[in-house]
């Protein structure tokens, strides 16, 4: 929609944003910008949330450095975290017998590596990346198993998550797409990454339950976000936000598209929509 459309909404009383690409620089930086926009939605009342693809472990130190005030949205919206309790409220799991089909894919695809999810640890066949992309992409509390399948020990996992070369999304979501059918959800979230979440594990379905546990309705909430997987959550707030630098399937679904990230879009949004910056 046209940016002339919105103004100033002081409804918002919920304000989720992704990380990676929305907040969240390429060099894992939050600008001072973005920082004071949050701090001043605070102010005034808003509940401030992290909607990622990150587990509660690694997405901790994001949520205490913003100081956020509400439950986090995890795994996709498929675990809902209360930071002050460190009790979580929500939680989806995968099947075990399709996490087993999905990595064996390496098998056939050995250029796709399969990473499993499970209760805040990550299980992975080899170590095809040095120590900092895992840990500052997917977390330090990851393992080497040969045998992904048995080191589940037929536990449910959270998800399985691929980590691709990005010519190759299209050609992975459609192999996972025809593999998984309607059991479970596909979606890229990041250049680099595809993900199978359990059905229900979306962000828009989790920003729904917070909202529905808060006792707020969608046109309270705001949402940020950048890529597919944000999507769903950006068509179902009142206010929904694609950042710049996003994906089409973002921008197909949002009310209004911000500036990208290294303009601040993240903080531009937050001033025009909850702070009243008029010129924003």
């Known amino acids: 929609m046209e940016s002339s459309t919105f103004s100033a909404h002081p409804a918002i009383s919920l304000l989720a944003f992704d990380l ?6 390429e060099q894992f930086v939050i600008s001072p910008r973005v920082i004071a926009a949050i701090q001043a939605a605070k102010a005034r009342g808003v509940r401030v949330t992290i909607a990622t693809g990150r ?25 809902v975290y209360d930071t002050t309790t460190r009790h979580t409220l929500r939680h989806l799991r995968l099947p075990h017998q399709l996490a087993c089909e999905l990595v ?18 990550m299980f992975i066949s080899s170590k095809r990346y ?3 992309f895992y840990e500052s992409l997917l977390g330090k509390d990851y393992s080497l198993h040969t045998d992904v399948c048995g080191a589940l020990a037929g536990d449910d ?32 979230s990041h250049a680099r990454f595809v993900e199978v979440n359990p059905l229900g594990a979306t962000k828009g379905a989790g920003l729904a339950w917070l909202a529905q546990y808060l006792g707020l309705t969608r046109g309270h909430v705001m949402a940020i976000g950048d890529q ?11 206010i929904g936000v694609a950042m710049g630098n996003g994906s089409p399937a973002a921008h197909a679904v949002a009310d209004w598209i911000a500036p990208p990230i290294h303009e601040d879009g993240a903080a531009v949004a937050i001033e025009r929509f909850i702070l009243g910056a008029q010129g924003a």
């Open 104 to 121: 064996e894919l390496e098998r056939a695809y050995p250029q796709w590596q399969a990473v499993a999810y499970l209760n805040g640890s």
């Open 20 to 25: 990676d690409g929305t907040v969240l620089s």
């Open 157 to 188: 996992p959270d998800k399985v998550l691929f980590i691709i070369d990005p010519p190759d999304a299209a050609a992975i979501l459609e192999v996972l797409g025809r593999l998984v059918g309607a059991r479970a959800s596909v979606v890229q």
């Open 228 to 238: 597919d997987n944000d999507a769903s959550m950006i068509a179902w707030a009142g």
């Open 55 to 79: 587990p509660p472990g690694v997405t901790l130190p994001y949520a205490e450095m913003i100081g956020v005030n509400a439950p986090i949205l995890c795994l996709q919206g498929g675990l």
């Open 130 to 132: 040095d120590d900092a």
